[in-house]
């Protein structure tokens, strides 16, 4: 049976119980912020086939929101998550509330550095600060010893690495391939604030992303009316830039706004020598 917690205490207690000796064990943890979907439930299986106990946190996080960002109106539905989680047989649910995170304040916070002032972080520069806390915090509150996380967000996912790499946290991190609906578009907590006609419209970025090539996706989407195009941009697999005449494997990665939703995407691609 799925707990539903909201302290640390009481998560201790519930994993405590899933366990047949005293000794803390492993632990995977899906951090969300609820409104969860389809790509959030893959997560969840990938982290039940190691076989741990498994917490999902549901939590939406007010310092990764800036003012005048979606914060209030982030969709929440504990109860529904909930109950898609209890038919996932998790051992937890995390809970929280803010003053439970942050009992005095956000006063120390974890500093991303050069790669959380790009893409994401250009427009919006305390984003991924935000992000790193709650993250690294979860961790501690959950003793977790394996997170997964998935590819939509992959310069969260990229900056999770690092600070787990340079602060050496005992977690290994997963990430997890995205989930698309079967349009085509990736799923998100945010797609429900799309219209038809603004989905539509959105259908325009996995389009772009599937061609492989920067100039033909951006030719693509800056076709598309009511599409406003934020970033476009290929990358190294670690997202560090692609140095001139190289060939291999990157990533593209893409940010556009539709109607008043901000989408997020990317895919894998080769980069190919130029033929004459």
């Known amino acids: 049976m799925t707990e539903v917690v909201h302290t640390p205490e009481a998560l201790q207690q519930a994993l405590a119980a899933t ?76 809970a929280p509330t803010p003053e439970t995170m942050y009992p005095h304040g956000p006063r120390t916070t974890v500093h991303p550095g050069p790669l959380g ?66 349009d085509g578009l990736a799923l998100s907590s945010r797609n429900r604030y799309l219209s038809a006609a603004e989905r539509a419209t959105a259908l325009a970025i996995p389009r772009a992303l599937a061609t492989g090539s920067l100039a033909k996706a951006r030719q693509l989407l800056d076709a598309t009316e009511g599409l406003h195009l934020d970033y476009l941009v290929t990358t190294a697999p670690d997202l560090s830039e692609l140095p001139v005449g190289y060939t291999g494997p990157a990533r593209m990665l893409v940010a556009a706004k539709v109607g008043t939703t901000r989408l997020l995407d990317n895919a894998p691609i080769e980069v190919e020598a130029p033929t004459n």
């Open 19 to 94: 366990r047949e000796s005293a000794s803390q064990g492993p632990v995977s943890l899906v951090p969300t912020m609820g409104a969860l979907h389809e790509g959030h439930l893959a997560l969840v299986r990938a982290a039940k086939a190691l076989g741990n106990p498994v917490v999902v946190s549901i939590f939406v996080n007010p310092l990764q929101f800036a003012p005048g960002e979606d914060l209030d109106a982030y969709p929440r539905t504990l109860e529904e998550d909930v109950a898609k989680l209890e038919a996932e047989d998790v051992a937890a649910v995390f």
């Open 117 to 182: 002032s790009v893409l994401e972080g250009k427009t919006r520069p305390t984003h991924f600060a935000g992000v790193l806390t709650v993250v690294a915090k979860l961790f501690n509150l959950t003793g977790a010893t394996d997170a997964f996380f998935g590819e939509k967000d992959y310069q969260q996912l990229a900056l999770i690495r690092q600070m787990v790499d340079d602060l050496h946290l005992p977690v290994r991190i997963h990430g997890c391939p995205i989930v698309r609906d079967s």
